[in-house]
DNA sequence: CCTAAACAATTGACTCCATCAACTATTGAG
DNA sequence: CTCAATAGTTGATGGAGTCAATTGTTTAGG
């Protein structure tokens, strides 16, 4: 880093406005998700880094995970995406060059094909979660109370029963 | 959505295999972590289709929210957005071409340009902020207590004093 | 039955984002 | 002064995204 000639440049760790701008103090749910949309933030950045680990782009990573729980037909791979359908064929086409998944024609409606993962596709695919569920070291630092907490209410509010 | 005929699609709404894969029950960062990770992921999704609110890519988006303390050099934002020197100066190409920034030469070292949000850019990115900042369904809908308790706990584990 | 609408997937044209290698201009150290 | 390092740009290439148009298939209505 050598344009460090005295001007602002402020990239250290950027703590950032995480007060939440003037403390609007009524603004609770505000407040809660900016902090966490800097966790969010600052992690998916690396996301890239971490798929190219097991040479994927973020978007086959993405994909491998979404298609642990069966097969699935293109077009529900693109409403996961939220995506255009053509978009999903060449995404295909290279993960299916690569040996992850292949496609199976629907019998039931020819029309449609499903995306199945291939044993070396589900082997790869075990090795990423594991790999993706690593917390980062804001979560990893956390006192034990704090993540019993935390996933408590994630849980609460993700699990809505 | 005409192609579910009887076969397994459970697209309905996905609780995932949120409860942790058997529980390990010893590794508590990891559930943490990935229950933060599926909220995340959901959000994600719809951050280019935001940005797209803002006729803006998810990247302008992004570089627009970095650019607001001050001038940043080129080489600074490709270190913020963890990618080559090269990519930035397509992307800031395109975003002085819709008026959102300019270069400015330093004037101490000549060899680099910072930029510099045009009043259209800030007032953009004062909207931008504004509207990144309202939170989804899952945090909107938790209770107070909840609420506060996670602004806490992110509040500790982000600001490390 | 048969025609027309709806739909799944693909293709083609286009843009943006990303990487790498090569290049220019500038700075700074020996 | 010379030479290595640095900031930014350019060019080639590929993945990812959009939209419009096409093909093959299903389904609903007359």
Tied chains: 1, 2.
Excluded at 26 to 39: C, K, M, S, Y
């Amino acid at each position: 880093m050598s344009g460090m000639n005295g001007s602002s440049e402020h990239l250290e760790k950027k703590p950032a406005d995480l007060r939440g701008r003037a403390e609007p103090a009524g603004d609770l749910p505000r407040q809660a998700w900016t902090l966490l949309f800097e966790l969010m933030h600052t992690h998916m950045r690396n996301f890239p880094a971490l798929a190219a680990e097991f040479d994927l782009s973020p978007v086959q990573a993405h994909v491998l995970r979404q298609l642990g729980e069966g097969p699935l037909a293109m077009s529900t791979l693109a409403a996961y995406l939220s995506c255009d359908a053509s978009n999903v064929t060449g995404l295909v086409d290279r993960m299916e060059a690569r040996g992850l998944v292949v496609r199976r024609s629907s019998e039931q409606d020819r029309r449609v094909k499903r995306l199945v993962l291939t044993e070396e596709g589900a082997a790869l695919r075990e090795r990423l979660l594991q790999r993706m569920s690593e917390p980062p070291e804001a979560i990893a630092n956390m006192a034990d109370e704090d993540l019993c907490a935390l996933r408590d209410i994630m849980r609460r509010a993700l699990c809505p029963q």
